[in-house]
């Protein structure tokens, strides 16, 4: 089952590159960590322009900054969900409907869920297949 992880919201804040250049920002609030994603960028990723969108860390001193990548966001495969795979703490998702009310002002906020991760099943590896055989090569 999937737990509350977070939550996504556009303040309308803009964050600056390490080239310099401004960006409009979605602020996403996962793990008690701050991430940003590029306005433009989730944009072309929700219309499907763009395949992968990079969340990047969101650092505040006197403006707001875009730090390092922390990990990518695709939409899914059947369209109705944004998938977020940060590097260090797993994978999230937010319902692509409840993303598309925040950033058009409908929303304030939408619920990030944490996506649970599947155990290493032991079974698997000792499994083999009846009737397996053994072939030998000569080389």
């Given at each position: ?101 925040v950033i058009y002002g ?34």
């Amino acid at each position: 089952m999937m737990q509350k992880a977070g939550y996504i919201r556009q303040t309308g804040c803009r964050a600056i590159d390490r080239d310099g250049r401004l960006h409009e920002v979605v602020e996403l609030h996962i793990m008690g960590a701050r991430y940003a994603v590029r306005l433009a960028d989730l944009a072309k990723g929700m219309s499907g322009r763009q395949v992968v969108v990079q969340v990047e860390a969101l650092v505040r001193e006197w403006n707001y900054y875009l730090g390092t990548t922390c990990g990518l966001a695709q939409v899914s495969a059947s369209g109705k969900a944004l998938n977020i795979e940060l590097f260090e703490t797993g994978s999230f998702t937010v319902s692509l409907s409840a993303l598309r009310s925040v950033i058009y002002g409908r929303e304030r906020l939408a619920t990030i869920a944490r996506i649970p991760e599947e155990p290493a099943s032991p079974v698997w590896k000792e499994r083999r297949l009846s009737g397996q055989q053994q072939i030998s090569a000569l080389v």
